[in-house]
């Protein structure tokens, strides 16, 4: 998921980001690492990178 987050097509995108929170519900242990997965995408200086994982984030932590 980081290293393909730069990709700006959007099925791409939406793939990435859909992926990052369903993963993120099935447990506690995985949404500790789907936050942190978000957390570094965040860090890469692509639009589309920031996009997925301000959405992630969004819907992760307000859960």
């Given at each position: 998921?980081?290293?393909?987050a730069?990709?700006d097509?959007?099925?791409v995108?939406?793939?990435?980001?859909?992926?990052?929170?369903?993963?993120g519900?099935?447990n506690?242990?995985?949404?500790?690492?789907?936050?942190?997965?978000?957390?570094n995408?965040?860090?890469?200086p692509?639009?589309s990178?920031?996009w997925?994982?301000?959405n992630?984030?969004?819907?992760?932590?307000?859960?």
């Amino acid at each position: 998921m980081e290293r393909e987050a730069w990709d700006d097509r959007n099925f791409v995108k939406k793939a990435i980001n859909w992926a990052l929170r369903q993963i993120g519900k099935r447990n506690n242990i995985l949404k500790v690492k789907a936050i942190n997965t978000a957390q570094n995408i965040y860090g890469q200086p692509s639009k589309s990178a920031k996009w997925i994982a301000k959405n992630a984030l969004d819907e992760l932590i307000s859960k």
